[in-house]
Structure formats: structure tokens, C-alpha cells
């Protein structure tokens, strides 16, 4: 009896090989559509906080116009809710100014971190708008697409996060200063509520930035806004804060070994 012949017949490794998956957004650039959906959250987020700020400035005595032309312009977070503060306490325009722009000196670093990572050549008009709109938010989810998702580069889907985050922050505005003309004064615990929003959210950041590594440069700034609001004023512990932080910072730096470095 002849038993079959059970050898399995050579077959080229080529007709086996698995065909690879191709990734997501290797190859696809990121569309406008893309960009909608993925400044939904930063826009959640920005309402209820833009809303305090237009309520805010009402109080303060700004008209809705002013409110929503400081959304508009500056376009700057807690920023505003400081710029608003020192006007309405007195303080003249260039003083005011000058603190905001040294809170918010660190949005140089943005545009050169994010320009590290793009491989194409930018338009210009369409660098203008999503620049204009490259808040802490943005450029945070911008990153965390590029490097933990993988998602490619596109112009048109960086204008829509930057477009979408700065119209829901208008429009939080809108609303806050259009609710602010009275409407809540039925409801005192709506409005104490978003009026201890920003403090809420600075307390926040504040505890979250308390850890080892961080520790010594907020004591650091901290003590240098305490030392500047005993013996000076508001403006001069912003800016004492901010260079004290820093210096903090730099001297850790030097410090610290660089394999131990984080």
C-alpha cells in the first residue's frame, strides 16, 4: 500500500509575507474636519471660563463692547481677567500692558517648538491665523496629536483648532456679557459661582504644579509675588513672581546633573 506523500511543497516566501497596515495619518494629511472635531474639548473648556471673564468685566464697569473686543484682540485667558483688574483699579494702560506681556512671554517658545516638527512649506496667510490662535491649549493638543497620535501635519487642520478654541472663547464672552447686563441678579448662586471659577482654576494648576521636580521654583515665585504685593503693588508681584520663578528655574537647572534630568 502506497501512503500519500505528506510533504508540504516549498512556497517563496513572498506569497506567505503579511501584508503591513498602513497607518492612520502616514500618509493622509489631517483635514480641516479633523481639526473641528479634535478643538471640541479646548472649546468645552474655554466656554464656562470665557463666560466668567465677560460677566467679570461687566461687573467691573467695562461695556459688553470692550469685553468682547478684549476676547476678541488679546485673546489671552487669564490674561484678560488681569488686564481688566488693573484698569478698573486705576492702573495706566502701558503698566497693565506690560504685566500681561510678561505673563504671557512664554507663547515665543510656541511657534518655534511647533515649526521644529513641520516638514512643509507654510503658507503665510494661513500661518497668521492658526499663530493668532496658538494659545497653552492649542499648542498643547497640537503636540500631543503629533507625537502620541501620529497625526500628520496640515495647515487647514491647525486653523481649525486655533478658529474653533478662539470662537468658543468669543462667544463664552458674548454670553457672560449679555447675562452679566443683569439677567443673573435672580440667581446669586450661579453668578458667585463663575466669579470663584478663575480662582478655582489657578488653585488648580497650583497644587497640580506641586510636585518634586517643581516645588522649588513656585516657592521661589510665590515668595517673590508675596515679597512684591507687601512692599509694591499687584503689577510689580506679577513681574517679580514671573522673574523669580524663572531665576528659580535656570539655578535648578545648572544644578541638576544631566542623568538625572527628566
Known amino acids: 500500500m502506497q501512503t500519500p506523500d505528506r510533504s508540504v511543497p516549498d512556497i517563496p516566501i513572498s506569497d506567505t509575507s503579511i501584508p503591513e497596515s498602513p ?49 476678541c484682540i488679546i485673546y489671552a485667558g487669564a490674561s484678560q481677567f488681569v488686564i481688566t483688574a488693573l484698569l478698573s483699579a486705576g492702573m495706566s494702560l502701558w503698566v497693565s500692558a506690560l504685566t500681561v506681556m510678561a505673563m504671557d512671554i512664554r507663547h515665543i517658545l510656541y511657534g518655534p517648538a511647533l515649526r521644529y516638527r513641520i516638514k512643509q512649506t507654510l503658507s503665510e496667510k494661513k500661518t497668521m491665523i492658526w499663530a493668532f490662535g496658538l494659545t497653552d491649549e492649542v499648542f498643547a493638543a497640537a503636540t500631543t496629536k503629533l507625537i502620541k497620535d501620529q497625526r500628520s501635519w496640515s495647515e487647514n487642520w491647525m486653523v481649525a483648532i486655533s478658529v474653533c478654541s478662539w470662537l468658543s472663547w468669543v462667544l463664552g464672552t458674548v454670553a457672560g456679557t449679555v447675562l452679566g447686563n443683569g439677567y443673573l441678579d435672580s440667581y446669586p448662586a450661579v453668578e458667585a459661582a463663575m466669579a470663584f471659577m478663575l480662582p478655582a482654576l489657578f488653585l ?5 504644579s506641586f510636585k518634586k521636580q517643581n516645588s522649588y521654583c513656585v516657592t521661589a515665585a510665590l515668595s517673590g509675588a508675596l515679597m512684591g504685593i507687601t512692599f509694591f503693588s499687584i503689577p510689580i508681584a506679577i513681574l517679580t513672581g514671573i522673574m523669580s520663578g524663572c531665576l528659580a528655574a535656570l539655578l535648578q537647572t545648572k544644578s541638576t546633573p544631566l542623568n538625572n534630568r527628566t
Do not use: M, N, Q, W
Not at 474636519?33 to 479634535?38: H, P, S, T, V
Not at 471660563?49 to 463692547?65: E, H, N, Q, Y
Open 204 to 208: 488648580s494648576f497650583l497644587l497640580a
Open 23 to 71: 497607518l492612520p495619518y502616514k500618509d493622509k494629511a489631517s483635514s480641516f474636519k479633523e481639526g473641528i472635531f479634535d478643538s471640541l474639548p479646548i472649546a468645552i473648556g474655554y466656554i464656562p471660563i470665557s463666560f466668567a471673564f465677560g460677566l467679570s468685566a461687566v461687573k467691573l464697569g467695562f461695556t459688553p463692547l470692550e469685553a468682547i473686543f478684549f476676547s
